[in-house]
C-alpha cells in the first residue's frame, strides 16, 4: 500500500512538471482568429484572390508575385493565387478580403468602387491623355490619395496594376455620340461608367464579367466596353460585328491586403509584401501592352470590323462626357482631381516662364472638414474662369485655377504657398475656410506683395492686419459686424445664454465681442466655454449648461463639431435652441443632423440672401446645376461660398484689366481703386478702397434655417 502510494505521488509531481513545462516554459502559438491566413511549422499561407483567367498578365503577375515573395522570406511566406473568380466573383472577394478571410485582393478599381467610390478615379471616360499620364497619376500624389482611403473599409492599398485600356464594341460602329443613342450597354457596377453611358445616350446594364458573351450573343446588350485582353480572352469578338479601338478609359487593378491579415504579420513580411507588389507593376504592365498587339491580331482573323477613332471623334465624345470628372469631384475627392488638374496642366499648358497663361492659386483645405467649402470656393472660381475664358481670357491669355490641399495644417499651408509664390505666372492666391491658417499665411504675402483673396474666413484680423500697405481683401462676412449681429439677434429672445465657442483665434474672437456687446446691455452670459477641434464628447459642457439653467446656447464651430455638438444636445430631455455663427456650414454638417432638426430650433447667420429676386445670383446658380449635375430639387452645397468665390474671381478680372496688367503689384493698385462691377451677390460701386479691403458690410444680415428639403432659407420675421 505504501509502494503504491509512492509510486502514485511520483507519477504526480512528473504529470504536473510536464504540464508546468508546457504551460509556462514553453511559449505557446497565439490563437489565430477565422482567417484565411494559417500558421504551419511557422509557414505563412496566404490566399490571393482576383477574377482573371489563367493566361493573363494580371494572373501571371500575380503568380511572380508569389514565386517572389516566398524566395525573399525563404519559404516562411506562401502565397495561394486564385484565379479567375475561384473564391467568389468580385465583390464577394471585397467582402471576405475586409472581414479577412482573404488576404490578398487584385479587383477592378470599378468593382472596389461599390465599397470605395472614391475608386471610380480610374474610371473617369477621356480623362487621361495617355497611358503614361495614367501610370504618372496613379503612381504619383493622386494615386497615394486614393490608395490611403482605403484604410476606411479595412483594406490596405498597395499599387495599381492594369488589365489595359477600354475599347466599345457593338454589333455597329460606334464612332460618334449619336451612334450610342437607344442602345443598351453592358457595363461594370460603376456610377462613373453608368453615367458615361447615358452622357452618350445609352441604357447602361451592370452584367456580372463571366455573364457578358452570353448576354452580348442573346441580344440582351447592344455592346460592351473592355480592354483587347478580356475581349480576347472571353470571346466578345465573336459574338459582336464592330470593335472600335477607343481607348477610352482606363481599366485599372488596384492591389490590396486585407487590413485584418496585414495587421497580424510582421513588419518584415509586411514591407516585403508591398516592395514586391510595387517593383512588379511595371512589369504587369509592360506585359499587358506586350501581350496587347498579340491579341490584336488573333482578334482581326475573327469575322469583325475594327475601327480607329480620330482625334476628332475622340474629342467629340470628350465633350459629351466632360461633366462627368467635374460632377464626380465630391466623391472622387477635390484634393485628388486637383492634383490630377495640376499634373496636366504642369504637362500640357504653356511653360510658366513664358507666361502664356494667367494662374490663380487655390489654397484651402480639401479634402478634411472644411473640404466642402474648399469644393465651393474651387467652383465658383471656375464658374467665373469659364465666363472669362469663353471671352477670350485676360490680356490675351487664359486663365487657369491650380488648387492645392493645406489639410488646415499652417505648415502645408506656407509650403503651398511659396509654390505659387515662386511661380512667375501666378496673379494671385485664393484663402479657404480657416482664419487661423490664413493668419499665419498673411506676414509671407505681404513679403511677397501678391494679391490674397478671401471668400469665406471671417476673422476681422485678416484684412485689419495692421499693414500699411495691405494686399488682403475679402468678400465674405467680417467678424466685427457678425459677432455683433448675433449677439443682438439673442439678446431680443434670450436673457440665460451659454456662450460655446470654437477654441480658436476665430472663436476667441467671437466670444470677446459677444461677452463685450451683451455687458453692454446689462447682461452677462451664464457660461462661456470653448471646444476642441475634433471633439466628439461634449456630456460635461451640456451638464454645465443644465446646471446653469441656461435658456439657449450661442455657438460659433465648425462643422464637424458642431454637428457632434448637435447630436449630444439632441439627446437631452430639453433641447436648448441654438443661435450659430455659419462656420458649420461648410462641410457635411446638415447631411449629419438633418434626421434631428425636428427636435432642435438651429438658427445662423447669413451674409446675403443666396435665393430671391437678383437675376445674376440665380444665373449664376443655374449654371451650377447644369455644369456639376445637381438637379433642381438638391440644395447646392455652401452656396455662399460658390457666390463669394465667383465674385472675387470677376473682381479681380476687372482688376488686372483696368491695370492691364498681371504683375500682382499693379493688381493691387487696381482693386483698391475698382471701377464698378456688377456681381452675382450685388452691384459693386467700388469693391475696395486703400483703405478698407472689405467688399461686403453688415446691412444685408439675416438669420436663417434648413427647410425640410435642407434649403437655407430666412427664418420668419
Known amino acids: ?160 496594376w492594369e488589365n489595359g485600356f477600354k475599347h466599345f464594341t457593338g454589333n455597329q460602329p460606334f464612332l460618334q455620340p449619336a451612334d450610342f443613342k437607344g442602345k443598351k450597354i453592358r457595363v461594370m457596377k460603376s456610377r462613373i461608367i453608368m453615367d458615361q453611358f447615358r452622357a452618350l445616350g445609352a441604357e447602361p446594364v451592370p452584367i456580372d464579367f463571366h455573364s457578358t458573351r452570353q448576354a452580348l450573343a442573346d441580344k440582351v446588350v447592344d455592346g460592351q466596353e473592355n480592354p483587347l485582353v478580356a475581349i480576347e480572352s472571353m470571346g466578345f469578338h465573336e459574338v459582336q460585328s464592330d470593335l472600335v479601338l477607343s481607348e477610352h478609359a482606363y481599366l485599372g487593378y488596384v492591389f490590396t491586403i486585407s487590413k485584418k491579415t496585414f495587421d497580424r504579420l510582421s513588419q518584415d513580411i509586411r514591407t516585403i509584401l508591398i516592395e514586391t507588389a510595387k517593383e512588379l507593376t511595371p512589369w504587369e504592365r509592360n506585359e499587358t501592352q506586350r501581350r496587347e498587339q498579340t491579341l490584336l491580331e488573333k482578334i482581326r482573323k475573327a469575322d469583325i470590323n475594327i475601327h480607329q477613332l480620330t482625334p476628332q471623334q475622340r474629342q467629340a465624345f470628350a465633350d459629351q462626357v466632360a461633366w462627368i470628372a467635374k460632377a464626380s469631384e465630391p466623391v472622387i475627392g477635390t484634393d485628388i482631381i486637383s492634383k490630377t488638374e495640376e499634373f496636366l496642366l504642369e504637362k500640357y499648358g504653356p511653360a510658366p516662364e513664358r507666361q502664356e497663361q494667367i494662374v490663380i492659386g487655390l489654397n484651402a483645405d480639401l479634402s478634411l472638414d472644411g473640404g466642402k467649402a474648399g469644393l465651393a470656393i474651387k467652383r465658383g472660381i471656375e464658374l467665373a474662369l469659364d465666363e472669362i475664358n469663353a471671352k477670350g481670357g485676360l490680356l490675351g491669355k487664359p486663365v487657369r485655377l491650380i488648387a492645392r490641399d493645406h489639410r488646415t495644417t499652417p505648415s502645408m499651408a506656407i509650403k503651398n504657398l511659396e509654390y505659387f509664390i515662386n511661380r512667375n505666372d501666378t496673379v494671385a492666391i485664393m484663402g479657404g475656410k480657416h482664419s487661423a491658417v490664413i493668419t499665419q499665411e498673411i506676414p509671407f504675402v505681404q513679403d511677397a506683395q501678391i494679391p490674397y483673396l478671401i471668400p469665406w474666413a471671417a ?189 472675387l474671381t470677376q473682381l479681380l478680372a476687372a482688376a488686372i484689366n483696368q491695370a492691364g496688367s498681371a504683375e500682382p503689384i499693379e493688381v493691387k493698385q487696381a482693386l483698391e481703386h475698382l471701377k464698378p462691377v456688377n456681381g452675382a451677390i450685388q452691384y459693386y460701386q467700388q469693391a475696395f478702397r486703400p483703405d478698407n479691403h472689405e467688399a461686403l458690410n453688415d446691412d444685408r444680415y439675416f438669420m436663417a434655417h434648413f427647410n425640410d428639403q435642407g434649403f437655407i432659407v430666412p427664418v420668419d420675421k
Open 1 to 160: 500500500m505504501r509502494k503504491f502510494s509512492i509510486f502514485v505521488f511520483i507519477f504526480i509531481v512528473i504529470a504536473l512538471l510536464i504540464g508546468f513545462e508546457k504551460n509556462f516554459l514553453i511559449p505557446m502559438p497565439e490563437k489565430t482568429p477565422q482567417s484565411a491566413m494559417t500558421i504551419e511549422n511557422e509557414q505563412i499561407h496566404l490566399r490571393f484572390g482576383h477574377n482573371t483567367p489563367e493566361n493573363s498578365a494580371l494572373h501571371l503577375a500575380a503568380l511572380r508575385f508569389a514565386e517572389q515573395v516566398k524566395e525573399k522570406t525563404s519559404n516562411r511566406v506562401i502565397i495561394e493565387v486564385f484565379p479567375s473568380q475561384q473564391l467568389g466573383n468580385d465583390h464577394e472577394m471585397v467582402e471576405m478580403a475586409r472581414e479577412g478571410t482573404l488576404d490578398i485582393l487584385l479587383t477592378p478599381t470599378a468593382k472596389m468602387s461599390v465599397a470605395l467610390p472614391a475608386m471610380q478615379y480610374a474610371d473617369l471616360p477621356f480623362f487621361f491623355p495617355s497611358r503614361e499620364d495614367a501610370y504618372a497619376l496613379l503612381d504619383g500624389e493622386p494615386g497615394r490619395l486614393l490608395l490611403d482611403k482605403l484604410d476606411q473599409i479595412d483594406l490596405v492599398g498597395v499599387t495599381f
Open 459 to 647: 476673422v476681422s484680423g485678416l484684412t485689419e492686419n495692421g499693414y500699411a500697405d495691405n494686399y488682403v481683401f475679402r468678400v465674405s462676412a467680417n467678424d466685427r459686424f457678425a459677432s455683433v449681429f448675433l449677439a443682438k439677434y439673442l439678446l431680443k429672445r434670450h436673457k440665460r445664454p451659454a456662450i460655446v465657442v470654437e477654441n480658436s483665434i476665430w472663436g476667441r474672437e467671437n466670444m470677446q465681442r459677444i461677452s463685450k456687446f451683451m455687458q453692454l446691455k446689462g447682461i452677462s452670459p451664464e457660461i462661456m466655454m470653448t471646444i476642441n477641434r475634433g471633439q466628439e464628447d461634449f456630456s460635461n459642457e451640456l451638464k454645465k449648461i443644465t446646471a446653469a439653467k441656461c435658456d439657449s446656447i450661442l455657438l460659433v464651430a465648425n462643422s464637424n463639431e458642431g454637428a457632434n455638438f448637435i447630436t449630444e444636445l439632441a439627446q437631452q430631455p430639453l433641447a436648448l435652441p441654438i443661435i450659430s455663427h455659419w462656420g458649420v456650414l461648410g462641410g457635411e454638417f446638415y447631411q449629419r443632423v438633418q434626421h434631428l432638426l425636428g427636435r432642435i430650433d438651429l438658427r445662423f447667420f447669413q451674409p446675403y440672401p443666396t435665393a430671391g429676386k437678383r437675376p445674376e445670383l440665380n444665373r449664376l446658380f443655374n449654371r451650377y446645376r447644369q455644369v456639376y449635375a445637381i438637379p433642381q430639387d438638391k440644395p447646392i452645397n455652401v452656396p455662399m461660398a460658390v457666390a463669394q468665390a465667383y465674385d
